[in-house]
């Protein structure tokens, strides 16, 4: 894939069943950086590794990335999982059985990517 077209959604796994969502051009590069340099969320709970990667237009990255942070809050719960507008947030959006299944619908028409001998 292009990188300057298209941008991956990452989902890490890490201890403690906790997750992280994020973007980047780059997967390789963008997990070493969480290993190296831990933001706040990473620092606390160690990578164990990528749970997930989509691929997904650039102009539509910010908007997956919340879709896929707002469900992982909803099925695994605040206390669990943080990134991209939601990096900080204490108060997520609270879902509704319908936005639950819209933005399921709207994730499962993304194709997961392989990313250097990992599929998701």
Known sequence: ??????????ILKLE????YVGI??????????????????????AVLGLSRVYTVP????????Y??????IHYKGVDKV???ELEHSYRPPTLTN?????????INRITPSTIQGYTS
């Open 98 to 106: 319908k936005q639950v299944k819209i933005y399921t619908q709207l």
């Open 67 to 72: 879709l896929i942070t707002s469900l992982l």
């Open 1 to 10: 894939m292009n990188r300057y077209i298209h941008r991956y959604i990452y």
């Open 24 to 45: 980047t051009k780059c997967v390789s590069s963008r997990l070493q950086d969480h290993i190296r340099n831990p933001n706040t969320w990473t620092n606390k709970y």
């Open 58 to 65: 650039k102009h539509k990255a910010k908007s997956y990335e």
């Open 82 to 84: 943080r990134g991209g």
């Open 16 to 19: 403690d069943n906790r997750y």
